[in-house]
């Protein structure tokens, strides 16, 4: 089977809670699988098996400190997944503005019910 596009792969990545929990706190600075494994009730190799995946998207690097395997938030893909968001952001701003114009009117103007 072909492997996905990276951009799939990251959104693939992200679609999971625990996943995007795991990117949080590795935002904070690097982490071992134990710490990352902590606020969750999850097993270890369950833990493991969601640093694959991050991991295979490009989210995460693995480094090597002793018998440490200690994770890093590699950025880069969320930085291409919020380029290719950026036009959607654009045309809900634009909606979201749009709505903000026609409520001030409303409330200026409370008589003026045409839409």
């Known amino acids: 089977m072909p492997r996905p596009d990276p951009l799939s792969e990251t959104f693939a990545a992200l679609a999971d809670p625990t996943r995007r929990a795991i990117l949080a706190r590795l935002r904070l600075g690097q982490a071992t699988v134990t710490e990352l494994a902590e606020p969750f009730d999850f097993s270890l190799p369950a833990i493991s098996r969601h640093l694959k995946v991050l991991e295979q998207a490009g989210l995460i690097t693995r480094g090597r400190d002793a018998q440490w395997r200690p994770c890093r938030l590699a950025a880069d893909p ?3 997944a919020a380029e290719w968001m950026e036009p ?9 503005d749009g709505l903000d114009d026609r409520l001030l009117a409303i409330r200026d103007n409370p008589q003026d019910t045409e839409f």
């Open 78 to 80: 969320l930085r291409e």
């Open 88 to 96: 959607y952001r654009r045309f809900w701003n634009d909606r979201f």
